[in-house]
């Protein structure tokens, strides 16, 4: 359901809300804005980059759709061509007589609305864009339509799409779009309110926020200003990225004190035009007059950065970070660092210095040979001794307290820690783990899986003992391998997921510490309900067992070939080619049989035992 579900959607006691009485016959009370430039579909400011799967869930998949197909770049569209000429003839004459019927001919909103949206249906809509909405204003200067743009908008995107269709691109969400566009030339506190919960909602975001930039009245202000309190996703990057449009130091303080907060996975969306619009060197620097969440939330923007920035893609782009002068934010990044010992600025200053090492490989090797990457790299290189000298005693003292007493702080000191090879880092995580007492939430739980990759990483035994206690304390295992086996995944939402996700990470370290006193766990692993569980025990065989010599590997393996899963008994039958288990070659035979669609598999397998 659409944003506009929270306001009445009435567009007579909407219209009527905003206009006095009539000084002439049709005439209303409506500020309309006259000075109107060339209209362009909306062009977000941030370059396109890779959308995460937190930012791919079916509420969300939609919206993200819509918005990655406006940043692609289409070809312009003539307005000289003939056939363009003729739709643009057509649409003039029809919304003309609208307009007309609509203010004198006694016709209803409802019927002129529903004569406009198939008008309005001509193509591609960002192509069409530039081309509609300066006619159609040209007809309606007046604002005669205002209310059937509001009854357009009150109508609801089709809910019935296949999975990758863009809603934009159908009738009626044309229209909705091009409706939303239109309000943007009435100044009106009421339409200005009706945008603003518009601004809200990623579905009509994108356009909502156009309108009330080009409105740039206070309501309008005010609106956008309430829009970002609650916009989240796209909705949030779609009014960053109206107030960058502004690019009024005013509202400066209440762009960054937002953050990236509530992106779902979209903060390098929101970190680009924060990052291109922002004085950030003042933020980052603090002192007296910065509030110390404005320069943690600095530092996170420029981290991002940082991160969007790692690798050099070539053919001539710039990474986001050399858009501004590095050699100053790399002074300003030390300096806050050094002043205020925020976690912020360290886990910043740490990926800098990555970014730095990087590229001056890069260079040297001349891989890179773009002035404008070279030049500022070479300025700020004399400042990391300093750096680096600093990040190795106060840094790292610094991080080690968030990643202790701040649990907003505990992934990325813990990144950077690692990174650094600290020690304290595996203590850390033991102890987090050893006093894990349930899992509530996914959320926690993909937090162990990440902790549980970490330790991996840094390589310290110690972890299986305590992972392997965390699921004994956590999970009833004997419970799960008294159900059925599923064929299918677990449902989204299901209770048992966490559960699920804590032992397939505790499956994986085992399987890649190879430590063969966990083969007990793994064999009762390959028993669980869940095929995913399933298929993690038997890719840990492979490295806990590799041979295959305890012989209850081997039966685990065999009674593998009947599982329900398909994923299950592909991953049988390559650990009986690894074991070279003639003794299998019958089961294989069988399975063939029953389930044709092995058949392939099987005789491959076969070939290696025969």
Partial sequence: MSEMSRVNTDPNILFHSYTTEPT???GMDI?????????EAPAPSATMVSVPAAAQQKATRTATVEHLAARRNLPELNANAPEV??????LRTELTMLVTDLRWGGQSTKETAEKIIPLLNVGSLQQWIPVLVPNILEIDRAGDLVPAWLYIIGQEDPVDLPVDANPAETMIGRARRIAMLMLGFYKSADISEVLGTLSTDSSS??????SLVKQATVAAMKALANALKEAQGWAKVDVIDAFATLNQARFYEI???????????????????????????NYLRGGNNIAPLLTQQ?????NQILQDSMNYAGNNSLPFIFERDLPTLTSALFEGARNASQWQLVVALHRLGLLLGRYWGDISRSVIQDQRIIQPVYASLPMMPDIERWMNSTGRDVLWEGLNNQEEAFLPCLKVLSELRDPRASQALINRLNTTMQITDREQASLIGQMCDTLVQLQDTRAIGSIHELVKRTLNVDARTMHDKRRDNLANGDADIPGSIVYGAAIRTFAQFGDRSTLDFILRAASDFDPYIRAQALEALKSIDPQGEDARTRTVVREALNDPRDTVVRVACQL???????????????????RPEFA?????TLKQLV
Avoid at 31 to 39: S, Y
């Fill in 298 to 302: 600095a530092a996170l923007v420029v």
């Fill in 31 to 39: 500020d309309v804005v006259i000075d109107t430039p060339p209209v």
């Fill in 255 to 281: 762009m960054l004190m937002s953050g990236l907060d509530h992106a779902n996975g979209l903060e390098s969306y929101i970190a680009v035009p924060l990052f291109r619009t922002l004085p950030l060197e």
């Fill in 24 to 26: 002439e016959p049709g």
């Fill in 576 to 594: 009986i080619t690894q074991y070279h288990d003639v003794e299998s070659v019958t089961a294989l035979r069988m399975l063939a049989e029953t």
């Fill in 205 to 210: 975001s994108l356009y909502a926020t156009r």
């Fill in 600 to 604: 392939s598999s099987v005789q491959e």
């Fill in 85 to 90: 000429k003729q739709t643009i003839s057509e």
